[in-house]
């Protein structure tokens, strides 16, 4: 079965979808809308919808594996911007630092996700984060944060969902 091109109009198969919010996308014309995506924030177009899951099995059937991809980054630790709070129990929170860790984070993940639509992947596997610490010779300090993955292609994406969405009871009202 042919898909069409939200972009271009060119018909191609349906394992070649690239979902781009929503529409459909032939590997041409969503390469193309990604290279405009900075760091800063995504142009007038969107992450691609690649669901990322940690594990490395799934309850269906995996068609297609794709070399792994990755993406990293490092953070600046500023210890004067850090903002730490004390609670009742004199357990300090470290609030800045965890919100700019979550927002790499986030980056990081939508890099994969760019990469593995490249691929043609509609899932990433085996996703893993780690971070290391690293100091400079004067004594900066550095977060280094990388983020990795496996592309695949899998048979059916609505099992993989489910959980990302909320169940709607309908009720029938009686008259």
């Known amino acids: 079965m042919l898909k069409v091109c939200s972009s271009c109009g060119k018909p191609f198969p349906k ?12 590997l041409e014309c969503a390469s193309k809308i990604e290279k405009s995506k900075n760091r800063l924030g995504l142009s007038e177009f969107g992450v691609p919808d690649i669901i990322a899951l ?3 099995t799934l309850p269906v059937d ?23 709070s004390k609670s009742a129990g004199k357990i300090a929170n470290v609030i800045s630092l965890t919100y700019e860790l979550d927002m790499l984070k986030l980056s990081l993940l939508e890099d ?28 900066e300090k550095f977060i280094l944060v990388s983020m990795s993955g ?8 609505s099992i993989l969902t489910y959980h990302g969405h ?9 008259e």
């Open 54 to 56: 940690s594990v490395d």
């Open 15 to 26: 394992s070649r979808i690239i979902k781009i919010d929503g529409k459909n996308y032939c």
């Open 112 to 139: 994969l996700k760019v990469q593995a639509a490249i691929f043609g992947a509609n899932a990433i596997i085996g996703l893993r984060t780690s971070m290391s610490t690293i100091e400079s010779l004067d004594s």
């Open 166 to 174: 909320k169940i709607k009871k309908s009720r029938k009202k009686e």
């Open 62 to 84: 995996i068609e297609r594996y794709f070399q792994a991809v990755s993406a990293e980054a490092i953070l600046r630790l500023d210890t004067k911007s850090i903002k730490i």
């Open 150 to 157: 496996t592309p695949v292609i899998v048979s059916d994406t």
